[in-house]
């Protein structure tokens, strides 16, 4: 999803973070077998896909402004699976689902340092993600729609309204409640819209969509009001109003959009994550701000990442048979 509002600033390096790539066994076989062909993957998404949370040690993988990092999940599977899976990755920091479909995208992204005289600062626009698919391409991952449905915005508004409350009542769901299932059913349109074009692009290609990890904890309790590491000053309340009514229904939009396609499948890593949400201890989303000086605005962090491949890695195995 996008970072936060650019009148933010970046404020540092994050701390580090550590995930072992362990491949499955069922897998080493196959990295053995594709030793001689290789599958065309093709990975499209926003920054939930990207990585964009950088860690101590981690490279950007191409200077486009999409801020893709070496930690993300395309990059993690690319290792785990490379000798089976040729990755074309172009999933791009705050892409909308339009985006992915047919619209050029400004990227996000800022040259380090932010001061920068290269001619290209700030970043070009980068192409709309699905003209890397084609008729050879024959695997497809698509994380997106967090975007679409302004799920950074809303977060800001929370966050404002909850501290203008100090911290009492649901204020964000009754300023915003009202418009959320008009904003689902605007992810709704466009992402029928978004795999209709991906499978006349790619008739052969399967097309694994993935979902959002667990965010809010199910107990909003477990939040502290004003701590910045989780959410900040968004009420309780208006947590728990978060989860149940655009969290968890969104990813019910990507699913439910996921099965009129036949040629393509959803894959949930909400349940995995279910215990590793932004307030929980063992946390593979980070809150507002990563300690000890990165604002990170609620990603996903190497963790959750890992997560994510072991889950997807699956998935595309058995895409290919």
Same mark, same amino acid.
């Not at 508004?157 to 964000?172: F, S």
């Not at 605007?186 to 692009?201: A, I, P």
């Not at 728990?240 to 968890?248: C, G, Q």
């Given at each position: 999803?996008?970072?936060?509002?650019?009148?933010? *600033?970046?404020?540092?390096?994050?701390?580090?973070?550590?995930?072992?790539?362990?491949?499955?066994?069922?897998?080493?076989?196959?990295?053995?077998?594709?030793?001689?062909?290789?599958?065309?993957?093709?990975?499209?998404?926003?920054?939930?896909?990207?990585?964009?949370?950088? *860690?101590?040690?981690?490279?950007?993988? *191409?200077?486009?402004?999409?801020?893709?990092?070496?930690?993300?999940?395309?990059?993690?599977?690319?290792?785990?699976?490379?000798?089976? %899976?040729?990755?074309?990755?172009?999933?791009?920091?705050?892409?909308?689902?339009?985006?992915?479909?047919?619209?050029?995208?400004?990227?996000?992204?800022?040259?380090? =340092?932010? /001061?920068?005289?290269?001619?290209?600062?700030?970043?070009?626009?980068?192409?709309?993600?699905?003209?890397?698919?084609?008729?050879?391409?024959?695997?497809?991952?698509?994380?997106?729609?967090?975007?679409?449905? &302004? %799920? *950074?915005?809303?977060?800001?508004?929370?966050?404002?309204? &909850?501290?203008?409350?100090?911290?009492?009542?649901? =204020?964000?769901?009754?300023?915003?409640?009202?418009?959320?299932?008009?904003?689902?059913?605007?992810?709704?349109?466009?992402?029928?819209?978004?795999?209709?074009? /991906?499978?006349?692009?790619?008739?052969?290609?399967?097309?694994?969509?993935?979902?959002?990890?667990?965010?809010? =904890?199910?107990?909003?309790?477990?939040?502290g009001y004003g701590d910045l590491t989780q959410f900040g000053t968004i009420t309780q309340g208006d947590l728990a109003w978060l989860r149940t009514d655009v969290l968890e229904p969104l990813n019910k939009t990507i699913e439910k959009s996921t099965g009129t396609q036949e040629a393509a499948s959803f894959i949930d890593l909400y349940?995995s994550s279910r215990d590793h949400s932004v307030c929980d201890d063992t946390k593979w989303v980070e809150g507002i701000v990563t300690l000890p000086d990165q604002l990170s605005f609620v990603h996903p962090n190497a963790l959750g990442h890992r997560n994510a491949a072991e889950h997807i890695e699956e998935a595309m195995v058995n895409?290919?048979?």
């Amino acid at each position: 999803m996008a970072r936060f509002p650019t009148r933010l *600033a970046l404020l540092g390096s994050a701390a580090a973070l550590t995930a072992g790539a362990i491949v499955p066994a069922q897998f080493v076989g196959a990295q053995t077998a594709g030793a001689a062909t290789d599958y065309q993957w093709v990975a499209l998404g926003d920054s939930y896909t990207a990585g964009v949370i950088r *860690a101590a040690g981690d490279t950007f993988e *191409a200077r486009d402004g999409c801020e893709r990092t070496d930690r993300s999940y395309p990059q993690a599977i690319d290792r785990d699976l490379g000798g089976l %899976f040729d990755l074309i990755n172009v999933s791009c920091g705050a892409a909308t689902i339009e985006n992915v479909t047919d619209e050029a995208q400004f990227p996000i992204g800022r040259h380090l =340092p932010p /001061l920068s005289e290269d001619p290209d600062y700030p970043f070009p626009p980068v192409p709309p993600q699905s003209t890397e698919v084609g008729a050879d391409t024959d695997v497809i991952t698509v994380g997106v729609g967090g975007n679409t449905l &302004g %799920f *950074a915005d809303i977060l800001t508004k929370c966050m404002e309204l &909850g501290g203008e409350n100090d911290g009492a009542g649901t =204020p964000c769901k009754e300023a915003l409640g009202a418009g959320i299932q008009t904003r689902l059913n605007k992810v709704s349109q466009e992402y029928d819209r978004m795999l209709t074009e /991906l499978h006349e692009r790619a008739p052969k290609a399967k097309i694994l969509t993935v979902g959002y990890p667990t965010i809010v =904890p199910n107990d909003a309790s477990k939040c502290g009001y004003g701590d910045l590491t989780q959410f900040g000053t968004i009420t309780q309340g208006d947590l728990a109003w978060l989860r149940t009514d655009v969290l968890e229904p969104l990813n019910k939009t990507i699913e439910k959009s996921t099965g009129t396609q036949e040629a393509a499948s959803f894959i949930d890593l909400y349940n995995s994550s279910r215990d590793h949400s932004v307030c929980d201890d063992t946390k593979w989303v980070e809150g507002i701000v990563t300690l000890p000086d990165q604002l990170s605005f609620v990603h996903p962090n190497a963790l959750g990442h890992r997560n994510a491949a072991e889950h997807i890695e699956e998935a595309m195995v058995n895409a290919i048979g």
